[in-house]
């Protein structure tokens, strides 16, 4: 006999069937399409966190963009610092200048970009920036070669007190076809950079190479010429003339 009683209207009984058998049927299902869900939040959450970090990065400041330069973080540097150097900010420009200059491990340099930044910074009238933008103009890099420009971007960063701008200025100016006028400014130059060096302490540059140049300047130039120079480049760096 049955366990459970036969409806009085039923003709024959049905095949009694297996509830565990429906479940073993829908359950991989469910368990796939559970892990896919959850798969895709888990992705989602993850690049919402993705973007919600751009957000905070770029939303940052210009001095947490050079702290984590500093601390080689480039990539989260070049995300902070962009947004400031596209409103031309100029210390976020010159950054970035830096970190496009020369190949950091898996960043490859991006000489072109490294020279727009410090193009853009430059026309502000950022000192550091004027004298990269001159050093590419001089070598090549990043944009054309053109010493024209190198010269005159070197000269406004030199009245700055810029110490290698003034030696390389001087350089520049002292090549072996110089006119005496062209002598007479290498020499007011290399005696400004020497006097900057000393003063800054940098004992390698004013011992060395500026020490060099100055003898070999000198011995082109009358003493007259050099006398004046030398009393310019004191006035200009603040030392006793």
Request: glycine share 6%.
């Amino acid at each position: 006999m049955s366990r459970y009683p036969t409806p009085s209207c039923a003709v024959a009984a049905a095949p009694a069937m297996n509830p565990l058998r429906k479940v073993h049927g829908w359950l991989p299902a469910l368990m796939i399409a559970v892990a896919l869900l959850a798969g895709g939040i888990n992705a989602a959450s993850a690049d919402l966190e993705v973007d919600r970090d751009r957000r905070i990065l770029a939303s940052a400041t210009v001095e947490t963009g050079i702290a984590a330069a500093e601390a080689g973080r480039l990539r989260d540097a070049i995300t902070i610092l962009t947004p400031h150097a596209a409103r031309n900010h100029a210390m976020a420009n010159y950054v970035l200048g830096l970190i496009y200059l020369r190949d950091r491990g898996a960043l490859a340099a991006r000489p072109t970009a490294s020279h727009r930044h410090f193009a853009r910074a430059a026309a502000k009238g950022h000192v550091a920036s004027i004298f990269e933008a001159a050093f590419q103009f001089e070598r090549g890099i990043g944009t054309a070669r053109d010493m024209g420009r190198a010269i005159r971007l070197y000269q406004l960063a030199a009245r700055a007190n810029h110490l290698n701008a003034q030696y390389n200025l001087a350089v520049l100016l002292s090549h072996r076809e110089a006119k005496r006028d062209d002598l007479q400014q290498a020499y007011f130059w290399a005696i400004a950079a020497r006097n900057n060096a000393v003063r800054a302490g940098n004992d390698k540059m004013s011992d060395r190479r500026i020490t060099r140049l100055i003898k070999a300047i000198r011995t082109r130039i009358p003493h007259q010429a050099a006398a004046q120079a030398s009393s310019a480049a004191a006035r200009l760096t603040g030392q006793p003339v």
